[in-house]
């Protein structure tokens, strides 16, 4: 059964997701704009020209008009834009945001312009096709393609008031408002699904790239992020990577259960995510194995007493919240210069581990400096 007020929450829901992908969802936008900019800009003068010259050819009977021949400079412009443009590495994307609102804005102009001044006694029926169709085409962070609708279909509608004859005047402001009209639901709809495509596709991203229980990066993808941080690193500035391992790991197993277990893990990863996250980043990289690094240009000095903090937490928690004690090693590898592989560093950090775990706890060190 439907509960009271359903629609008001499927309308905040839909302007929620929305506004996600409005904010987050630029790459995407672009990528579609170029896309379109690129078709309508090939298929526009594909198929004007081919128009024309089945008409000069006198393979076809249809009634042409010529004046539209603006259309093909304006289809070319754009086509030759998105096909350089669209090679370049790096892209802008207010400037392919910029082109695709030229697009529209010329479209509409040439097509008004050419029903005004050069057919006033007849109907237009493509102006109502481009307004309808360029929702389908055309991604932006805001509302312009439904301004530059609205605008075109309110011009239009004054234009041939004041210029066309009256049976052509109430045929085109007719077909116009219900085209400008059917274009709201076209770019609505068309949002939507972008907008929960988009999402349900970063949901994805982000559950292929995390661990499920503990919600950190898994193994692939910590190694990467931090290898890329090492490669992006100044020479002169300082990088550390820490270790964690729970000790003896399956006897809290084979003595309190699975879930306790999983309690456990979870504890590890919102502990980590917490004194870490902010200036670095954390992931579970073996069953009880986690892992922290931080890549800075100023000091990491304060990293060993985090890392011993999270030890300490850890321990207070779990017995705070599941009654048993966990116990965690560490090691820790700093590199202060010069260029360091993320394998490289992870051996240092893991030879520092194995001499945590053997040596006496007077007599053990927590930072390595290479």
Same mark, same amino acid.
Request: net charge positive; aromatic share 12%; with cysteine.
């Given at each position: 059964?439907l =509960?009271?007020?359903?629609?008001?929450?499927v309308? /905040?829901m839909?302007m929620s997701e929305?506004?996600h992908?409005? =904010?987050?969802?630029?790459h995407?936008m672009?990528?579609?704009?170029?896309?379109?900019?690129k078709?309508i800009?090939f298929?526009g003068?594909?198929i004007?020209l081919?128009?024309?010259?089945?008409?000069?050819?006198?393979?076809?009977?249809?009634?042409?008009?010529?004046?539209?021949?603006?259309?093909?400079?304006?289809?070319?412009?754009?086509?030759?834009?998105s096909?350089?443009?669209?090679?370049?590495?790096?892209?802008?994307?207010v400037v392919?945001e910029?082109?695709g609102?030229?697009f529209?804005i010329?479209?509409v102009? *040439?097509l008004i312009?050419?029903?005004i001044?050069?057919?006033?006694n007849s109907?237009?029926?493509?102006?109502?096709f481009a307004i309808v169709?360029?929702?389908?085409f055309?991604?932006?962070?805001?509302?312009i393609?439904?301004?530059?609708n609205?605008?075109a279909?309110t011009?239009?509608?004054?234009?041939? %008031?004041?210029?066309?004859e009256?049976a052509?005047?109430?045929?085109d402001i007719f077909v116009?408002?219900?085209?400008v009209v059917l274009?709201?639901?076209v770019?609505g709809?068309?949002t939507?699904?972008r907008?929960?495509?988009f999402i349900?596709?970063?949901?994805?991203?982000?559950l292929?790239?995390t661990?499920l229980?503990?919600e950190?990066?898994?193994?692939?993808s910590?190694?990467?992020w931090? =290898?890329k941080?090492?490669?992006? /690193?100044?020479?002169?500035?300082? %990088?550390?990577?820490?270790?964690?391992?729970l000790?003896n790991?399956?006897q809290i197993?084979? =003595?309190n259960?699975?879930?306790?277990g999983? /309690? *456990?893990?979870e504890?590890v990863g919102?502990?980590?995510?917490?004194n870490f996250?902010?200036d670095?980043?954390v992931g /579970?990289i073996?069953?009880?194995?986690?892992?922290?690094f931080?890549?800075?240009k100023?000091?990491?000095?304060?990293f060993a007493g985090r890392?011993a903090?999270?030890v300490?937490?850890?321990?207070e928690r779990?017995?705070?919240e599941?009654g048993i004690?966990?116990t965690?090693?560490?090691?820790l590898?700093?590199k202060?210069?010069?260029s360091?592989?993320?394998?490289?560093?992870y051996?240092l950090?893991d030879?520092?581990?194995y001499?945590f775990?053997r040596?006496p706890k007077?007599e053990?060190?927590?930072?390595s400096?290479?």
């Open positions: 059964m =509960q009271k007020g359903w629609p008001s929450k309308v /905040r839909q929305i506004k992908y409005n =904010q987050f969802g630029k995407d672009l990528i579609r704009n170029m896309i379109a900019l078709l800009g298929g003068l594909a004007t081919l128009v024309f010259m089945l008409y000069l050819t006198k393979l076809v009977q249809w009634d042409i008009k010529w004046e539209y021949w603006r259309l093909i400079p304006m289809y070319a412009t754009f086509f030759v834009f096909v350089l443009y669209g090679r370049q590495k790096k892209k802008d994307f392919v910029v082109a609102s030229l529209s010329s479209l102009s *040439v312009y050419v029903s001044f050069y057919y006033p109907p237009d029926e493509l102006l109502c169709l360029m929702p389908l055309f991604s932006t962070d805001t509302w393609i439904v301004v530059i609205v605008l279909g011009a239009f509608c004054v234009l041939v %008031c004041l210029f066309k009256p052509a005047a109430a045929h116009t408002c219900t085209a274009s709201l639901f770019y709809y068309n939507i699904m907008a929960n495509w349900v596709k970063e949901k994805y991203k982000r292929s790239r661990d229980l503990t950190l990066l898994n193994k692939r910590y190694e990467m931090c =290898q941080m090492l490669d992006q /690193r100044c020479e002169e500035g300082p %990088c550390a990577l820490v270790i964690f391992d000790d790991f399956k197993n084979d =003595q259960g699975h879930y306790t999983d /309690r *456990v893990l504890i919102q502990t980590l995510a917490a996250s902010m670095g980043l /579970r073996g069953g009880d194995e986690f892992s922290a931080v890549c800075t100023k000091s990491c000095g304060l890392s903090n999270v300490i937490e850890v321990k779990a017995r705070r599941l004690e966990v965690m090693s560490m090691g590898a700093v202060k210069a010069a360091i592989t993320f394998a490289d560093l051996m950090a030879k520092d581990l001499l775990k040596t007077s053990r060190t927590t930072v400096s290479n």
